[in-house]
């Protein structure tokens, strides 16, 4: 296509009139002058009927699938929302078809005999667990018929040789004693990694690692006054704190009889007021949200006989062992206390030699 053809059709598109071929050469001039002083003006014009025709046609392209949609959408019909993005999330297991960490101590047997293995809930059966090792977690030295089976840990899916345990649960916390001082180590269980966090000149005794630090409690060697501590567990900046900081919850212990707790935390623990004589009455609680939960009130003795030793805290669900290891005992708030039979070997023993068992996490 030459020039001159493509003039002539791009006019004709816009709508410019064509000059004649066939008028002399100065009427042509005059003519062709004429039509270009009002060029300008007709493509402004062409230019505004453009943007609105463009204008519409985004609206419509907008509003078109709408209305349509709409349109074809019968009566008291509404377009679904999008559905929220998917979040991970860990659901505790079938309380009845799960198996729940314990640690069995028959005291039957000479030395005593330490156990590490799982109760399955729905059999009440034990197992123990033949693949457990400490080789590559360092540990406060025990005695060799004194593993250290402190607590299973369900994230790393195994049994770590001390507690207190990371919120996260790829951490947890022991101590050693080297020349007349205390360590505190953190041990990283992905990266293998052990640190001394802190020294101190007495016994440490951690109880829990919380989001704001891991907390402890000292004594010197050489005696005096105990002393309550919060150690950041990577500047290793200890501060000392005071009784009510360090365990918040001593003011809900109230009434007559012996006070007794069973863990090291005291947001994880199990409290007990009055005694285990037969026929004094008892009242077992726990602390959640803050707030202590009673579990039960009775007379030692009753038919319930519902005497635990130790509590485990599985989301909502809470697990007690029972001191005569005849039961097992699950707690929600909304179903109360269920108990479970139990079967573990030599159990219950004797008065003076007794085969109980503690429990060590949640049901996995």
Not at 150 to 170: I, N, T
Not at 270 to 297: A, C, E
Request: net charge neutral; hydrophobic share 35%.
């Amino acid at each position: 296509m030459n020039e001159s053809t493509f003039r002539s059709l791009f006019r004709s598109a816009i709508g410019e009139p064509e000059v004649p071929v066939h008028l002399s050469s100065q009427a042509r001039l005059a003519l062709q002058q004429s039509l270009d002083r009002q060029t300008p003006r007709l493509r402004e014009a062409l230019a505004l009927v453009a943007a609105l025709v463009a204008a519409v046609a985004v609206v419509a392209t907008l509003l078109g699938p709408r209305l349509f949609t709409h349109d074809q959408q019968p009566a008291g019909t509404s377009s679904p929302s999008p559905s929220p993005s998917p979040v991970a999330t860990s659901p505790s297991p079938d309380p009845n078809a799960c198996r729940l960490p314990i640690v069995v101590d028959d005291q039957t047997t000479e030395p005593s005999k330490i156990t590490a293995g799982f109760i399955d809930v729905a059999s009440g059966q034990f197992s123990a667990d033949t693949n457990v090792s400490f080789a590559d977690l360092p540990h406060e030295a025990t005695l060799p018929n004194n593993p250290p089976f402190a607590v299973y840990d369900p994230v790393v899916k195994r049994w770590l040789p001390s507690e207190p345990v990371s919120p996260d649960q790829l951490s947890y916390v022991y101590v050693t004693v080297k020349a007349g001082s205390s360590q505190l180590h953190t041990y990283d269980l992905i990266q293998h990694n052990d640190r001394i966090v802190w020294t101190f000149g007495g016994d440490i005794s951690p109880t829990r690692w919380k989001g704001d630090g891991i907390y402890a409690s000292t004594v010197p060697f050489a005696g005096g006054s105990g002393l309550f501590w919060r150690i950041d567990p990577l500047s290793g900046h200890a501060t000392n704190i005071d009784r009510a900081t360090f365990n918040p919850y001593q003011s809900l212990i109230t009434g007559l009889g012996q006070l007794g707790t069973s863990g090291l935390d005291p947001e994880r623990a199990l409290y007990t007021i009055g005694s285990r004589d037969k026929g004094t009455r008892y009242t077992n609680f726990v602390i959640i949200n803050g707030k202590r939960t009673d579990i039960y009130s009775g007379v030692n003795g009753d038919k319930m006989d519902f005497q635990p030793d130790s509590v485990s805290f599985d989301g909502p669900r809470l697990w007690f062992s029972n001191n005569d290891s005849k039961y097992l005992w699950s707690w929600t708030a909304a179903t109360g206390l269920t108990r479970h039979t139990v079967h573990i070997p030599n159990a219950p023993g004797t008065a003076m030699k007794a085969v109980v068992y503690y429990l060590k996490g949640p049901c996995v």
